[in-house]
């Protein structure tokens, strides 16, 4: 315990803490914004005339696209962030995120642009997904890789805790705006001004990162042997049924994640006629269940395991899946927020954990690569299309089947979890 409060009060520690935690939550900021959005305006703005759940899941198909690009980003940066190194691959995935973020601040709409506004859009939305693919694998290395022996998930939780802190800067810029402009300002230009800040997050987080050393893990790994050719080759030949369990072992989080946030926003404003201040307001606080969450499982997966925390939260999911429709459904502000803050309460307990179990995976050569692929294409099976599906499930069948879905992602990340019991250390 001595070792890792000193370790804590390392300068060292403290930078490499603070860039893990900076870094991810810009990148969670930028990513969320779009999501936001994507649920408020975007149908509207960038898609022709038609119903509002038409424009809706056309919005919703274009916020799908990151996670394809996220698989290619993780293989991308993960191929430079195992040969070359961890600082200098945070840092590009880091810029590609933020100019791509801000780009969309000066897009044309549907209106005056025609079908070239939702190209540009989806281009650009891409981008995000590129640079986010390579961003939480080396922020969960550069904190894991630095720990203490017995810290790992507590200094891995702070990459994590980014999520929360992005997404409170995000909603709690939207709320503010939606209280300040009237809709019409807010439809006319108003939403282009958290894409604009963005810029200033993002020369935050570079300032933080230019900072850092490698890793220990990463220079005893190119002492020992020069690095792997194809990082993406070798893990899917050494590594595949870790990179396998791994990739469906974090299909809850996502799931959880955006059936909370972006489907819950955009079902509640447009169906259950709540206003979009109102919702927004009760998801800023219940964020902060996530938060905690977070911190309760970093401590017990350090007393016990990662893995053994991470089914405790699958089993809290699937809970949490069979109260979605009574809560979400019930008419009560009061109910949806319980609902909110029980379903992000959880996901910290299936989202918490990742930082340290997905590196335990694989060897420092391949760490890079094995974690992100694994975290981004399960990000496309529970996160991708969960928007999409969730509408399409409650236009035909209401809110229980979405509560189903939920459940459902659940139990796949649980039994994903079973056999994977070995853990790498170093």
Same mark, same amino acid.
């Given at each position: 315990?001595?070792?890792? *409060?000193?370790?804590?009060?390392?300068?060292?520690?403290?930078?490499?803490?603070?860039?893990?935690?900076? $870094?991810?939550?810009? +990148?969670?900021?930028?990513?969320?914004?779009?999501?936001?959005?994507?649920?408020?305006?975007?149908?509207?703005? /960038?898609?022709?005339? =038609?119903?509002?759940?038409?424009?809706?899941?056309?919005?919703?198909?274009?916020?799908?696209?990151?996670?394809?690009?996220?698989?290619?980003? =993780?293989?991308?940066?993960?191929?430079?962030?195992?040969?070359?190194?961890?600082?200098?691959? !945070?840092?590009?995935? @880091?810029?590609?995120?933020?100019?791509?973020?801000?780009?969309?601040?000066?897009?044309?709409?549907?209106?005056?642009?025609?079908?070239?506004?939702?190209? &540009?859009?989806? &281009?650009?939305?891409?981008?995000?997904?590129?640079?986010?693919?390579?961003?939480?694998?080396?922020?969960?290395?550069?904190?894991?890789?630095?720990?203490?022996p017995g810290?790992?998930?507590?200094?891995?939780?702070?990459?994590?805790?980014?999520?929360?802190?992005?997404?409170?800067?995000?909603?709690? !810029?939207?709320? *503010? !705006?939606? !209280?300040?402009?009237?809709?019409?300002? /807010? *439809?006319?230009? $108003?939403?282009?001004?958290?894409?604009?800040?963005?810029?200033?997050?993002?020369?935050?987080?570079?300032?933080?990162? &230019?900072?850092?050393?490698?890793?220990?893990?990463?220079?005893?790994?190119? +002492? +020992?042997?020069?690095?792997?050719?194809?990082? #993406? /080759?070798?893990?899917? =030949?050494?590594?595949?049924?870790?990179?396998?369990?791994?990739?469906?072992?974090?299909?809850a989080c996502f799931?959880?994640?955006?059936?909370?946030?972006?489907?819950?926003?955009?079902?509640?404003?447009?169906?259950?006629?709540?206003?979009?201040?109102?919702?927004?307001?009760?998801? #800023?606080?219940?964020?902060?269940?996530?938060?905690?969450?977070? *911190?309760?499982?970093?401590?017990?997966?350090? =007393?016990?395991?990662?893995?053994?925390?991470?089914?405790?939260?699958?089993?809290?999911?699937?809970?949490?899946?069979?109260?979605?429709?009574?809560?979400?459904?019930?008419?009560?502000?009061?109910?949806?927020?319980?609902?909110?803050?029980?379903?992000?309460?959880?996901?910290?307990?299936?989202?918490?954990? #990742?930082?340290?179990? #997905?590196?335990?995976?694989?060897?420092?050569?391949?760490?890079?690569?094995?974690?992100?692929?694994?975290?981004?294409? $399960?990000?496309?099976?529970?996160?991708?299309?969960?928007?999409?599906?969730?509408?399409?499930?409650?236009?035909?069948? $209401?809110?229980?089947?979405?509560?189903?879905?939920?459940?459902?992602?659940?139990?796949?990340?649980?039994?994903? @979890?079973?056999?994977?019991?070995?853990?790498?250390?170093?």
């Amino acid at each position: 315990m001595s070792q890792g *409060i000193e370790a804590l009060k390392a300068p060292s520690n403290r930078r490499v803490l603070g860039a893990s935690l900076v $870094g991810t939550a810009v +990148e969670f900021y930028d990513f969320y914004i779009y999501a936001t959005a994507a649920a408020l305006v975007f149908g509207p703005l /960038f898609f022709p005339a =038609a119903s509002p759940s038409a424009q809706l899941l056309s919005s919703y198909a274009t916020f799908a696209i990151a996670f394809f690009a996220r698989p290619v980003g =993780a293989a991308l940066f993960g191929h430079y962030g195992d040969r070359i190194g961890r600082k200098s691959t !945070l840092v590009a995935s @880091l810029m590609l995120m933020g100019v791509s973020t801000f780009a969309i601040a000066f897009l044309p709409t549907y209106a005056t642009a025609g079908w070239i506004a939702p190209a &540009l859009l989806c &281009l650009l939305r891409f981008g995000q997904g590129l640079g986010l693919g390579g961003e939480w694998g080396g922020a969960a290395l550069l904190a894991v890789e630095n720990a203490p022996p017995g810290w790992k998930a507590r200094f891995g939780m702070f990459p994590q805790l980014g999520a929360p802190v992005g997404f409170i800067a995000a909603n709690g !810029l939207f709320l *503010i !705006l939606g !209280l300040l402009l009237t809709p019409e300002q /807010f *439809i006319a230009w $108003g939403w282009r001004i958290p894409f604009l800040l963005s810029a200033v997050l993002v020369g935050v987080g570079l300032w933080v990162r &230019l900072k850092l050393t490698e890793t220990p893990a990463f220079s005893k790994a190119l +002492e +020992e042997a020069p690095p792997p050719k194809t990082p #993406l /080759f070798e893990l899917l =030949a050494r590594h595949p049924l870790e990179t396998l369990g791994g990739t469906f072992a974090v299909v809850a989080c996502f799931a959880t994640y955006y059936l909370s946030t972006s489907f819950a926003l955009g079902y509640g404003v447009t169906t259950l006629g709540y206003s979009r201040e109102a919702f927004l307001a009760i998801q #800023l606080g219940a964020i902060l269940f996530m938060a905690v969450g977070i *911190i309760i499982a970093g401590y017990w997966s350090d =007393a016990t395991t990662p893995r053994g925390v991470l089914m405790w939260g699958c089993g809290m999911v699937i809970v949490a899946g069979l109260l979605l429709a009574p809560m979400l459904g019930s008419g009560s502000l009061l109910l949806v927020f319980g609902f909110l803050s029980l379903s992000l309460f959880c996901m910290g307990f299936v989202y918490g954990p #990742l930082g340290a179990f #997905l590196p335990g995976l694989f060897p420092a050569r391949v760490r890079y690569t094995g974690a992100s692929v694994a975290f981004n294409v $399960g990000g496309i099976l529970g996160g991708g299309l969960a928007p999409l599906v969730a509408q399409l499930l409650a236009d035909r069948g $209401g809110l229980v089947p979405v509560g189903f879905y939920l459940g459902a992602a659940a139990l796949v990340s649980l039994v994903a @979890l079973a056999p994977l019991r070995r853990t790498v250390e170093d």
